[in-house]
Structure formats: C-alpha cells, structure tokens
Antibody, heavy 118, light 107 residues
Framework: QVQLVQSGAEVKKPGASVKVSCKASGYTFTSYGISWVRQAPGQGLEWMGWISAYNGNTNYAQKLQGRVTMTTDTSTSTAYMELRSLRSDDTAVYYC???????????WGQGTLVTVSS | EIVLTQSPDFQSVTPKEKVTITCRASQSIGSSLHWYQQKPDQSPKLLIKYASQSFSGVPSRFSGSGSGTDFTLTINSLEAEDAATYYCHQSSSLPGTFGQGTKLEIK
C-alpha cells in the first residue's frame, strides 16, 4: 500500500532552517511528483510547491520563493523540503502528498509539526 | 491566483441528514476541482477527484458535481464519523489553492 512517512517534529529559532523528509513506499517513486502543503494552527491548507520525482523539476509558491527548496533522493525514495530564514508565522504542520503538479493529491504523509519560537 | 470560496464555513447537522457544501472558483477551472476530508489531528484524505470521480474506498454517500466555477460536495445520509472539515482544491493553474474549509459538526 502507498505510504508517505515524514520525519519528526522540530523546534527552531527565528532565522534558522528546517529540513523535513518524506519517505515513500508502495509505489514507483519516480512515477509521481510530491507536493508540500502546510497548515498553521487552527487554519486551512496552503500549497507550498511541488517537485517531480522523475526529473527534479520544481514549482514553488511565489510567497516562498527564495526561502524554500524541494529535493528528492531516488535511491531512497525520499523527498525533502527545506525552509530557510524561519519566522514565527512559519509555525505549522507540514505535509507531503503524492500527485502531479496539476492534479489531485491522493496520498498524504502524517504531517510534521515545525514550531518556530525564540 | 485562483481563489476558492466555500460555503458554509460551519454547519451543525444530525445523523442521516443530507449535507451540501459548495465551492466557488474566482475563474473557470473546468473540472480540476478535488475534495478532501480532514478529521481532527489527522492528515487530509482525498474523497473526490476532478469534480465528480470518487476516490478508491470512499463511501458511496459522498458525491461531487459541478464544472467551471461552481462545485458541490454532497453527503447523503450523514454518519457520525463524517464529523470533519472539508476542503476543496483546484489544480487547474499554479499555484494550487484550497478553499478555507467547511467544518461539519454532528449534533
């Protein structure tokens, strides 16, 4: 069965960076892309960007351009999302989800809570 | 970017009732509209893809309709386990965007 397993919760200080991992199993990793979606406490869902696991092409939300980098390691079927220059309003649960860049998201990771606090 | 507006924001309903949630797009998105269910402290789960196609394993009481700018998620004969927040999501153009969510409370 398709599974996306994310890394554990993180606590970071403002200005630091965080890197969240998302390990895929149960399907051919390079046949799908991975989107990243975040959810601030008590808020809705925000699309952050997408990466093709086939060729590494990316598309990022404009508001995060310059602070976010998405990568994949096909040898371990793992996707990564790094967010730099963290601010308090980056505090959120970060999800990875499988899907094409312009398509539905059919399987989601369990989420990773990133807390930014001094 | 395309803005999705859901209504209502909140609804309190009784079991076996029929529920309708709407999602309106700020411009035409064809059928590139998907619906998700998120229960407290859980990840979102895909219910409906491309406006009306049920995702594998989703109970038949969930259905979707619409195209262009107006879409509907219908839950027939609501069950207690359907208490959740429901989100629409458009993938017609980048960036992908989500509606603000509709929270269903079961009386």
């Amino acid at each position: 069965q398709v599974q996306l397993v994310q890394s554990g919760a993180e606590v970071k200080k403002p200005g630091a960076s965080v890197k969240v991992s998302c390990k895929a199993s149960g399907y051919t990793f390079t046949s799908y892309g991975i989107s990243w979606v975040r959810q601030a406490p008590g808020q809705g869902l925000e699309w952050m960007g997408w990466i093709s696991a086939y060729n590494g092409n990316t598309n990022y939300a404009q508001k995060l351009q310059g602070r976010v980098t998405m990568t994949t390691d096909t040898s371990t079927s793992t996707a990564y999302m790094e967010l730099r220059s963290l601010r308090s309003d980056d505090t959120a649960v970060y999800y990875c989800a499988r899907g094409a860049v312009t398509s539905f998201l059919d399987y989601w990771g369990q989420g990773t809570l990133v807390t930014v606090s001094s | 970017e395309i803005v999705l507006t859901q209504s209502p924001d909140f609804q309190s309903v009784t079991p076996k009732e029929k529920v309708t949630i709407t999602c309106r797009a700020s411009q035409s998105i064809g059928s590139s509209l998907h619906w998700y269910q998120q229960k407290p402290d859980q990840s979102p789960k895909l219910l409906i893809k491309y406006a009306s196609q049920s995702f594998s394993g989703v109970p038949s009481r969930f259905s979707g309709s619409g195209s262009g700018t107006d879409f509907t998620l219908t839950i027939n004969s609501l069950e207690a386990e359907d208490a959740a927040t429901y989100y629409c999501h458009q993938s017609s153009s980048l960036p992908g965007t989500f509606g603000q969510g509709t929270k269903l409370e079961i009386k």
